[in-house]
């Protein structure tokens, strides 16, 4: 069974400092993405950042990056310049890539993050 | 609309009734999917719509679930005779398949589902 462990239930960082939020998974699928999402108080999922598994390439969007390390199934997401509106649950997600179907996205429990003034 | 828009926001019911929470995903959006978030937890995935193929149930945690989509549009999520353990945020997501393309799903803020 494919799973998603997010480790560290809380993190907290201090505002323009770096923070790195940690996930592993386990799969025996060769093919599959990766993402975070972020969920503020609102609720309202968010995709943060997206990693399709056959590409080496680290992806990056704006202050976001990830670490993919895919022989260690790791995937960690670093914050850079960290902001105020960044805190919120951070969520790692899998998906295998079934023909197109990305129904069945596996969530972890979810990172807490505290941004500091 | 400009976003998936779930309803109601909040719902609280006794232990016994049933309940429907409604989905309005994105226009044009072929793919609708349902979540639910116990409090502390991630989400797990409960069914998966998409265009007018049979439906990914595999998630629905017992027959008391059931959800509709009418073509590419609203979704409801029944659940009935409900239980405490039911209790939780109901997440709706929409998207659009092209091809093999794993696209971004877009999230409603939810229905927090409260069964006393």
């Known amino acids: 069974a494919q799973t998603v462990t997010q480790s560290q239930p809380e993190m907290s960082v201090q505002e323009a400092e770096t923070v790195t939020l940690s996930c592993t998974y386990d799969?025996?699928?060769?093919?599959?993405?990766l993402f975070w999402y972020k969920q503020p108080p609102s609720r309202q999922m968010i995709l943060v950042i997206r990693?399709?598994?056959?590409?080496?390439q680290n992806a990056t969007e704006n202050r976001f990056s990830v670490n993919f390390q895919k022989a260690a199934k790791s995937f960690s997401l670093k914050i850079s310049d960290s902001q105020l509106g960044d805190a919120a649950m951070y969520f790692c997600?899998?998906?295998?890539?079934?023909?197109?179907?990305?129904?069945?996205?596996?969530f972890g429990k979810g990172t807490k993050l505290s941004v500091k003034p | 609309g400009a976003g998936v828009s779930q309803s109601p926001s909040n719902k609280v019911t006794e232990k016994g009734k049933d309940v429907e929470l409604r989905c309005d995903p994105i226009?044009?959006?072929?793919?609708l999917y349902w979540y639910r978030q116990r409090l502390g937890q991630g989400l797990e995935f409960l069914i998966y719509?998409?265009?007018?193929?049979?439906?990914?149930k595999s998630g629905l945690p017992s027959d008391r679930f059931s959800a509709e989509r009418t073509g590419e549009s609203v979704s409801t999520l029944t659940i009935q005779r409900t239980q405490q353990e039911d209790s939780a945020v109901y997440l709706c997501?929409?998207?659009?398949?092209?091809?093999?393309?794993?696209?971004?799903?877009?999230f409603g803020s939810g229905t927090q589902l409260s069964v006393l």
């Open positions: 997501a929409s998207s659009f398949l092209f091809g093999r393309t794993n696209e971004k799903l877009f």
């Open positions: 799969t025996s699928e060769s093919d599959y993405y």
């Open positions: 990693q399709e598994a056959y590409k080496q």
């Open positions: 997600a899998y998906s295998p890539n079934y023909g197109g179907s990305q129904g069945n996205l596996i």
């Open positions: 226009s044009g959006h072929t793919a």
């Open positions: 719509f998409q265009g007018n193929s049979a439906p990914d």
